[in-house]
């Protein structure tokens, strides 16, 4: 028998139902919203408690079994399929918000549960958890990939929002990073370190979150420009200008068009900003007279305001479904929706170069992004019935990667590594990828923890 069937008895002797080896568990645990195939793992836990995933790993562990966490399974570089095969361990039955600490202003809560249903509550207790990347994600799988979105130009990343965590090691010990206190001089920042670590270095099985107070007032609007550069241009002048903007998303002409025939919105097909404002009514007056100005200077046009709550709530929806308007309109093309970060002061030049490139390789390039933080998406598609369109369109995705590197910036500010990003590793970090090869090592000695992501091993 191989190793995993062996560990697969194993864990079928110690978990009992909560072991699945049923193709449709296989199947929708080796999808993923990318174009790579079909990758099924060869069983499913659905661990319960942290104990039961402590189990689950010490026995994978004596029989070199892969293991891979699963959260919701939205991330967008294959970064939780099974490539090696193995057990993935499915987080959403651990979705419990474990104890609420308002007078601290945060929150302990287990890996499985989704941001929305924390915020729903949080709610009525006048806080919230602002990390918002769009897609109802969970908590862990948000601090595995140091997830971030629309209002982290405010608010910050996972990075800056996950204050300690409880991490089950490849070996299957149990330890706690971090604390309840709101810093720490006291050793290795091991909480940032598994932040961002995409279950390589091991499964996270709680979580404490910093929260925030809901704001007095909060009102959204959007503008149109003549064109990406202006619209970029007006986000750079207002982030310099230190205006705490809680969202500023920009959305390309043609993004926009699929949004208005995909949610019914009648936006000017042009280049928009969506911006949200958080703080007292005086506050947000203030901040949006600002900004109206800045617009104004850089040709914008006049804001549409959505100051009740159902039409902030409807603008963002139109924001968040952006990803399947654009692929609507190419419901069987091979979608790769592809991130960068660059400095905010080269924003409008990657953009543009990169909107130029896509145009000379005649494409529409649905380009969105969270611009105040310097970070844009490009959604480019293949045809799938085109030979070689694929590989031709993931070169246009390399050289956007390769275009933030050459401006001082990275190839994912928010999506992260996975399998899509793996091969710009080393010219991103140099000499420091060994570094990162030598901490998964010395964690992972048998490199089972989603193994074959991230980090090339020789
Ligand atoms: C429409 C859409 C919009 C999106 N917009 C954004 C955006 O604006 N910003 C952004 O950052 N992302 C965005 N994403 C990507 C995705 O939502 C994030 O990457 C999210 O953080 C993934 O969470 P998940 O629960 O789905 O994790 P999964 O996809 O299940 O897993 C992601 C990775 O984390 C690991 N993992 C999961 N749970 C754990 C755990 N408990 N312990 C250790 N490792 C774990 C997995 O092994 C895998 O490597 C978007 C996705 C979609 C579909």
Same mark, same amino acid.
């Given at each position: 028998? @191989? ?8 864990? =079928? ?14 199947? @929708?645990?080796?999808? *993923? ?12 836990? !659905? ?7 402590? +189990? ?18 939205? @991330?967008?570089?294959?970064? *939780?399929?099974? %490539? ?31 941001? +929305? ?10 806080? !919230? ?16 990939? &140091?997830? /971030? ?12 929002? %996950? ?33 961002? @670590? +995409? ?43 230190? %205006?705490?903007?809680? &969202? ?14 995909? /949610? ?7 280049? #928009?900003?969506? !911006? ?9 007056? +203030? ?6 100005? %800045? ?7 006049? !804001? ?61 390039? #649905? ?53 899509? =990003? ?19 090592? *010395? ?16």
């Amino acid at each position: 028998m @191989s190793n995993i069937a062996d560990a697969i008895q194993a864990l =079928k002797a110690a978990m009992g139902e909560k072991l699945s080896t049923a193709r449709p568990d296989l199947e @929708s645990h080796g999808t *993923s919203e990318t174009y790579y195939p079909l990758t099924p793992p060869d069983a499913v836990l !659905f661990a319960t408690s942290t104990e039961d995933v402590a +189990e689950a790993v010490k026995i994978c562990a004596a029989h070199g079994c892969p293991v891979t966490a699963w959260g919701t399974g939205t @991330s967008l570089e294959a970064h *939780s399929l099974p %490539v090696k095969g193995g057990v993935t361990i499915d987080l959403s039955r651990m979705n419990r918000m474990l104890e609420l600490r308002d007078q601290d202003l945060c929150v302990r809560v287990q890996p499985g549960l989704t941001r +929305e249903e924390l915020n729903v509550a949080l709610r009525d207790k006048g806080l !919230f958890f602002p990390v918002d990347p769009g897609a109802n994600a969970s908590l862990g799988g948000m601090a595995a990939t &140091r997830a /971030s979105g629309t209002t982290t130009v405010r608010y910050g990343t996972m990075r800056d929002n %996950v204050m300690a965590l409880e991490v089950v090691l490849a070996d299957g010990r149990i330890i706690r990073t971090g604390s309840l206190a709101r810093k720490s001089s006291a050793g290795y920042d091991l909480t940032r370190l598994f932040v961002g @670590s +995409e279950g390589t270095l091991g499964v996270i099985t709680e979580l404490t979150l910093k929260l925030q107070g809901q704001p007095d007032c909060i009102a959204a609007a959007v503008c149109d420009f003549a064109d990406v550069e202006s619209a970029v241009s007006a986000v750079i002048a207002i982030v310099q200008m230190g %205006v705490p903007v809680a &969202r500023v998303e920009l959305l390309n002409d043609v993004q926009l068009r699929s949004v208005n025939a995909y /949610s019914g919105t009648d936006y000017p097909e042009k280049t #928009h900003l969506f !911006f949200e404002f958080h703080g007292s009514e005086a506050g947000v007056a +203030e901040q949006s007279a600002t900004v109206a100005e %800045v617009v104004e200077d850089f040709g914008g046009g006049a !804001f549409r305001w959505a100051t009740k709550t159902e039409d902030r709530n409807a603008l963002w929806k139109a924001r968040h479904t952006a990803y399947w308007a654009a692929k609507a309109t190419f419901p069987t093309g091979q979608w790769i929706v592809t991130d960068v970060c660059v400095p905010i002061s080269q924003l409008a030049k990657a953009i543009t170069e990169t909107e130029a490139d896509l145009a000379a390789h005649g494409r529409e390039a #649905h380009i969105l992004g969270h611009v105040g933080d310097g970070n844009y998406h490009v959604l480019i598609c293949a045809d799938p019935d085109l030979s070689g369109d694929l590989e031709d369109t993931l070169k246009l995705a390399d050289r956007m990667a390769e275009r933030a590197l050459a401006l001082g910036g990275t190839v994912t500010g928010e999506h992260g590594v996975g399998l899509g =990003k793996m091969k710009h590793m080393a010219a991103e970090h140099g000499e420091a990828l060994s570094v990162m090869a030598a901490l998964k090592r *010395s964690l992972d000695p048998q490199n089972i923890l989603n193994p074959g992501k991230v980090v090339p091993l020789n």
